[in-house]
């Protein structure tokens, strides 16, 4: 019969092996601090090794500023963590472990190899090195600031799935709910609300949209490379026909037979998921955003002179995919067999809408389990920028997917995840 010691004190337990625990507790235990680093999963880094389709999207190609306007106003939260790690840093902290990198044309950051689980050895053997203590399969069940907080006794009492032990800090790093297979079911959230924290409603981002448009799935396996998309929210004056416009975003579109996926829909799908009543809303679809209208009518004209015998499908197959062609042609009331020549005024008119302003109808997203990401977490009000400990419980530091943070696609939230981990560790 094996036996544990019921009271087990460290330095430093950091609670949940991600991008942003790995750097973390290899950070605190660098500095000769006792660090215990748990994790429920019997390997660490699960949500690493699913990233990017399985290659990792290890940050973006940019400076400091860079990471800071993609998240918008909440982004100001980033400035110290990012100071401490930014882009540049992180790579050459890979690069330094033998991982070598790459930039793709979008900007991306990925390694040679491809292979997510080079980035994950990469931040393995450094957690290694520091002589931090990793705990595999073993949960965290309580966590709760100790009545007496002697310097015997530590700060916080853990009680995991096979032991209790007491810690002077604790680094929460669980993720937020997004792909709960990977092991991030909102944990981290009770243990944060227990101790008094503020948590912002989770919710799926980075997430594909559903649509109840029955033609969708017609064109399912079509990608658009260059599509600016507008959500619009209809005016709830019934008076004003105007929509609101939520949001707006650039990039490539992928049809599937459940909606809609890509860049620029998981970009844009934080706001879905954040509406109350995400089928109210629409997405209006600009296939050629490089045309302005008026272009697109003379191009159209032009054609139309030079071109009169051609069929319009042919003409306009060669800007999009015949598939999508079709169905945009049949939205603009022209037949497919139409000559270029034989079109009205009227007849380009409903094309360059077709074109420029096409509609799709949104029911909802695919939910956590298809979400890169989570929206909302622990307020960052709650947080001190300058170390992530807590304004509230002293000791007590996030970092990570657990925030009250999510970037836009890209590499962005990784790199959140590995500078705030690197600051927490930095101050425990």
């Avoid at 979008?106 to 050895?121: E, R, W, Y």
């Avoid at 003379?298 to 139309?304: E, F, G, I, S």
Wanted: net charge neutral; proline share 6%.
């Amino acid at each position: 019969m094996t036996t544990t010691r019921p009271h087990i004190i460290y330095d430093t337990v950091v609670i949940g092996a991600g991008a942003a625990g790995l750097i973390a507790a290899e950070r605190a235990a660098s500095r000769e601090l006792k660090t215990l680093l748990l994790e429920r999963n019997r390997k660490p880094g699960v949500k690493i090794l699913m990233s990017g389709g399985t290659r990792c999207n290890i940050t973006q190609a940019t400076d400091r500023r860079g990471i800071v306007t993609a998240y918008g106003p909440p982004g100001r939260f980033l400035y110290s963590a990012l100071a401490a790690l930014g882009p540049q840093e992180l790579v050459d902290l890979i690069e330094g472990e033998g991982v070598l990198t790459k930039i793709e044309e979008t900007g991306k950051i990925f390694p040679v190899s491809n292979k997510a689980a080079d980035v994950l050895m990469a931040f393995l053997n450094r957690l290694h090195r520091s002589g931090c203590e990793l705990a595999l399969d073993e949960s965290l069940v309580d966590l709760q600031p100790t009545a007496d907080i002697a310097a015997d006794n530590g700060c916080f009492h853990l009680t995991t799935s096979k032991r209790s032990l007491f810690a002077s800090r604790v680094i929460v790093t669980t993720g937020g709910q997004s792909y709960p297979g990977s092991g991030t079911t909102g944990d981290g959230y009770r243990w944060a609300a227990a101790m008094g924290h503020s948590i912002v409603p989770p919710r799926p981002a980075l997430v594909p949209v559903t649509t109840s448009a029955p033609w969708v799935r017609e064109l399912s396996g079509v990608t658009i490379p260059d599509v600016e998309i507008h959500l619009l929210e209809p005016n709830s004056n019934p008076s004003d026909q105007k929509s609101h416009l939520l949001d707006t975003r650039r990039g490539s579109l992928l049809f599937t037979h459940f909606g809609l996926s890509g860049p620029v829909i998981l970009d844009i799908s934080r706001h879905v998921s954040g509406h109350p009543r995400p089928q109210s809303l629409q997405l209006q679809c600009d296939f050629l955003p490089d045309l302005k209208p008026v272009d697109l009518d003379a191009q159209l004209r032009q054609q139309a002179a030079g071109e009169g015998k051609k069929q319009i499908l042919s003409l306009v197959s060669e800007l999009l995919p015949r598939r999508l062609a079709e169905l945009l042609l049949n939205d603009a009331g022209l037949p497919s067999d139409k000559k270029a020549g034989e079109l009205s005024n009227t007849n380009r008119t409903a094309l360059v809408r077709a074109l420029k302003q096409f509609p799709i109808p949104v029911t909802g997203t695919r939910g956590f389990a298809k979400a890169e990401v989570t929206a909302g977490g622990v307020l960052l009000d709650e947080i001190d920028s300058s170390t992530m400990q807590s304004k509230l419980v002293p000791g007590l530091y996030f970092a990570g997917e657990v925030l009250d943070l999510d970037g836009p696609i890209g590499g962005y939230n990784f790199q959140a995840a590995f500078s705030t981990g690197w600051l927490a560790g930095m101050s425990v």
